[in-house]
């Protein structure tokens, strides 16, 4: 029997990861985004899945190959799509900062791969009351993005009216394409959950048979990923870093980001399977609200908001409240539902 109850709770835990994201990339010394992300990707992609896969889910490849090469490529295609737009948040959060480059991305994110699934796969509940109360739990989310995004313009302004105004206008650009990309992975998974169904009629644990629709998408994502970091290495002559002075230091800081990353997915969609038939768009939109506010904690722990207007940080406060009842709302849908 399904517990709504525990998938709100691994959605928790992988929001709890996926706020903190971004805090290694903070704190790396030498590496630039290249550099990281290669351990990151290495680790995230490749190493933990199939450890995992060959640890839980023993029958994880005649699952991928029963669900049919047309699902692969497009688990495939969708995780490049999603490489892409992980390439996109790492300069995104860079120019933009943790807290605003989040409310952009995560905007964009939630929008699209919240409603998408639940209009393609789900579309009769949208007539329901309980299907209504998501719609509206959905909006929420991104309007409080919206919110946290324009207090994160504020203080930007605050900070330099000339410099950071032209480089917020870059950083907008660059985080709406990342939240546009990165909905791919919750795609990805919506849309290839053939696999997962696969791997539980051959014996899996239902609480681990999401993870054969997540290997594919995190195939076309780790191509995505290697390509570029690679390549921008070799153009850029910054692979001389990855042996140069706190190369251990920023090689933790990769592998530990990768770790962190692989927390934020992982459980993410063992969540979805747990919420039932609008799993991937209840879990998905509850994901990032929570996530957004994590963000936010380690925004305010690493001194984003220390020289920020009150006016900003009243706003930023508004958001999170606005992200806060959304989520209540996407609960009280989902038990509406009876998904």
């Given at each position: 029997m399904r517990s709504i109850a525990?998938?709100?709770?691994?959605?928790?835990?992988?929001?709890?990861?996926?706020?903190?994201?971004?805090?290694?990339?903070?704190?790396?010394?030498?590496?630039?985004?290249?550099?990281?992300?290669?351990?990151?990707?290495?680790?995230?992609?490749?190493?933990?899945?199939?450890?995992?896969?060959?640890?839980?889910?023993?029958?994880?490849?005649?699952?991928?190959?029963?669900?049919?090469?047309?699902?692969?490529?497009?688990?495939?295609?969708?995780?490049f799509g999603w490489g892409i737009g992980a390439?996109?948040?790492?300069?995104?959060?860079?120019?933009?900062?943790?807290?605003?480059?989040?409310?952009?991305?995560?905007?964009?994110?939630?929008?699209?791969?919240?409603?998408?699934?639940?209009?393609?796969?789900?579309?009769?509940?949208?007539?329901?009351?309980?299907?209504?109360?998501?719609?509206?739990?959905?909006?929420?989310?991104?309007?409080?993005?919206?919110?946290?995004?324009?207090?994160?313009?504020?203080?930007?302004?605050?900070?330099?009216?000339?410099?950071?105004?032209?480089?917020?206008?870059?950083?907008v650009v660059v985080c709406a394409l990342s939240g546009l990309l990165s909905s791919c992975a919750n795609l990805g998974f919506a849309f290839t959950s053939q696999m997962g169904d696969e791997a539980l009629r051959l014996g899996a644990s239902p609480a681990f048979s999401t993870l054969a629709s997540w290997m594919p998408v995190f195939w076309g994502a780790a191509v995505a990923l290697l390509l570029w970091f690679g390549g921008l290495q070799i153009r850029r002559g910054t692979w001389r870093k990855n042996v140069g002075p706190d190369a251990a230091h920023d090689w933790g800081m990769g592998v530990l980001m990768g770790v962190i990353w692989f927390v934020a997915t992982i459980p993410y969609g063992m969540g979805a399977y747990y919420l039932g038939r609008l799993?991937?768009?209840?879990?998905?939109?509850?994901?990032?609200?929570?996530?957004?506010?994590?963000?936010?904690?380690?925004g305010f722990i690493t001194g984003e908001w220390n020289e920020a207007s009150g006016r900003s940080i009243r706003r930023l406060y508004a958001g999170l409240a606005i992200l806060?009842?959304?989520?209540?709302?996407?609960?009280?849908?989902?038990?509406m539902t009876g998904a």
């Open positions: 525990f998938g709100f709770l691994l959605v928790l835990l992988a929001a709890i990861a996926g706020g903190g994201l971004a805090v290694p990339l903070k704190k790396r010394k030498t590496f630039e985004l290249e550099n990281i992300y290669i351990p990151a990707t290495i680790m995230m992609m490749i190493v933990l899945p199939f450890a995992m896969a060959m640890s839980v889910l023993p029958h994880w490849l005649a699952a991928v190959r029963a669900a049919g090469s047309g699902t692969v490529w497009l688990g495939a295609a969708y995780g390439i996109l948040f790492g300069y995104g959060v860079t120019l933009a900062g943790m807290s605003v480059g989040f409310a952009i991305i995560m905007g964009i994110n939630t929008a699209i791969g919240s409603i998408l699934p639940l209009v393609v796969k789900s579309r009769t509940e949208l007539l329901t009351p309980g299907g209504a109360v998501i719609v509206a739990g959905i909006a929420g989310c991104v309007l409080g993005v919206s919110i946290c995004g324009r207090a994160g313009a504020l203080r930007e302004r605050a900070a330099d009216a000339a410099g950071q105004a032209r480089r917020f206008k870059l950083a799993g991937t768009s209840v879990g998905w939109a509850m994901n990032i609200a929570l996530s957004l506010l994590v963000a936010n904690i380690f806060l009842g959304s989520i209540v709302l996407l609960a009280a849908g989902s038990s």
